[in-house]
């Protein structure tokens, strides 16, 4: 069993949700919040704590993921129009020091198998500069960045995320494979949410 108390959870869940129509995060998806499902994953991770970024809708996101966990830490991405690097950013930028790394999961990913998250920590705990889920050869999410990528990540821009930064690792990322496709499920559009 490995403890969380060198790695934080990060919940990204500041975008506009505009394929969506706006509100995506707030929609009803298996009775609860689509946040929530995210939060329950952030919640399984061995990580010490979560940081939830919000940046459209701050208020109503803030006050759903209170809802679902007094504890969590909100942080604003005042410039998140820019795209999830802002996100990524300003989750980043507010970590505690001393940490192994961070699980990075994307508020609009619900259906995370809670099984798969420890081992994602135990890689980096090996040395590897970041871990990722795998299903059917394909890579999906959470990510999990060791402290040795937060000062690059502190500079991505754009709307992509850590995506440069996992593509320049190469065979040094480490790939976990994931029980179900739960680590590649979100939600962009309404009908999404049936499915």
Same mark, same amino acid.
């Given at each position: 069993?490995?403890?969380?108390? =060198? ?26 919040? %689509? ?8 919640? *399984? *991770? ?12 701050? @208020? ?56 798969? %998250? ?8 090996? /040395? ?39 593509? /320049? ?7 976990? @494979?994931?029980? =179900?496709?739960?680590?590649?499920? =979100?939600?962009? @559009?309404?009908?999404?949410? =049936?499915?």
């Amino acid at each position: 069993m490995t403890t969380g108390a =060198d790695f934080a959870a990060l919940v990204l869940a500041a975008g506009s949700a505009s394929r969506f129509g706006g509100g995506k995060l707030l929609a009803p998806y298996r009775g609860a919040p %689509l946040l929530h499902g995210a939060l329950a994953a952030a919640r *399984a *991770a061995p990580a010490a704590s979560i940081i939830v970024v919000t940046g459209a809708d701050a @208020e109503a996101v803030g006050a759903a993921a209170r809802a679902f966990d007094p504890a969590v830490r909100l942080v604003h991405a005042a410039d998140h129009a820019e795209g999830l690097a802002a996100s990524l950013r300003a989750g980043i930028a507010n970590l505690p020091p001393d940490l192994a790394g961070a699980f990075v999961f994307l508020g609009d990913m619900p259906r995370i198998p809670h099984a798969v %998250l420890p081992r994602l920590a135990d890689a980096v705990r090996a /040395g590897a500069p970041a871990a990722a889920p795998a299903f059917a050869g394909i890579r999906g999410h959470p990510v999990v960045l060791s402290a040795s990528l937060f000062a690059q990540a502190l500079g991505l821009t754009g709307d992509v995320g850590a995506r440069p930064l996992i593509q /320049g690792l190469g065979p040094r990322l480490a790939l976990v @494979e994931a029980p =179900d496709d739960g680590v590649l499920f =979100d939600v962009d @559009e309404r009908g999404d949410l =049936d499915r």
